[in-house]
């Protein structure tokens, strides 16, 4: 049972365009949701967090969005860059169980 | 800071052969991670430490790996004997509270399993 989902395994854009990265949860219990950016031949990087009491965070070109009631949170990236092409895990997990439950990645391209 | 560091970066061995992958968390954090990323089943969570503890080994594939922390500073994975399947990039990642805290995660060995 794949607890976290994200649907779409790659997405491409113009450069200046927004990307829109999605994900799906079927846990009711996490509390705490986790973006993160992979580079090939790197470790995964935290980019962004939120937590289930609020429905939008923003850092910069990155705002995460959380739809508590349909259990879905998406990732948006305003205005795309060629360097933001990377692999982007969602994660998930609840605040007092110690681990997070990662998504299978989405890869985004994004075009010059 | 270094980093997570993992060693080695990249390893082939023969089936049947012993695996050991090396971890130092960063200075301070108190909870470990092991992960392995295959295309068939993505990022999956095999283990992690707290305090040096296991907390939660449900993602060991089986009895054929096992993982140590024998202080603050250093883990290992170790698979033995090595199967094919076994091949993927394992990860390492600490943090600093065993909450859903960010994790910070090494490059990754990538195992090769002839």
Redesign the interface.
């Known amino acids: 049972d794949q607890q976290v989902k994200q649907n779409s395994p790659s997405l491409s854009v113009q450069e200046g365009r927004i990307s829109i990265l999605n994900c799906d949860y079927t846990n009711s219990m996490f509390d705490y949701f986790l973006w993160y950016k992979k580079y090939p031949a790197e470790g995964p990087t935290f980019l962004i967090s939120i937590s289930s009491i609020k429905d939008k965070n923003e850092d910069g070109r990155f705002t995460v969005f959380l739809n508590k009631s349909a259990k879905h949170l998406s990732l948006h990236i305003v205005p795309s860059q060629p360097g933001d092409s990377a692999v982007y895990f969602c994660a998930a997990g609840v605040g007092n169980a110690g681990k997070s439950t990662f998504g299978d990645g989405t890869t985004l391209t994004v075009k010059p | 800071d270094a980093g ?1 560091i993992q060693s080695p970066r990249h390893e082939v061995t023969e089936m049947g052969q012993e695996v050991t992958l090396r971890c130092k968390p960063i200075s301070g954090h108190n ?1 470990l ?1 092991w ?1 392995r990323q295959t295309m068939m089943r ?4 095999l283990i ?1 430490f ?1 305090n040096n503890v296991p ?2 080994d449900s993602g060991m594939p089986e009895d054929r790996f096992s993982a140590k922390m024998p202080n603050a500073s250093f883990s290992t994975l170790k698979i033995q004997p090595s199967e094919p399947r076994d091949s993927a990039v394992y ?1 390492c ?1 600490s943090s600093l509270f ?3 805290e ?7 060995t990538r195992l090769l399993v002839l």
Do not use: R
């Open positions: 997570v909870s991670f992960y993505g990022l999956e969570l992690y707290n907390i939660d990860f990642a065993t909450t859903t960010t994790q910070y995660f090494g490059p990754g």
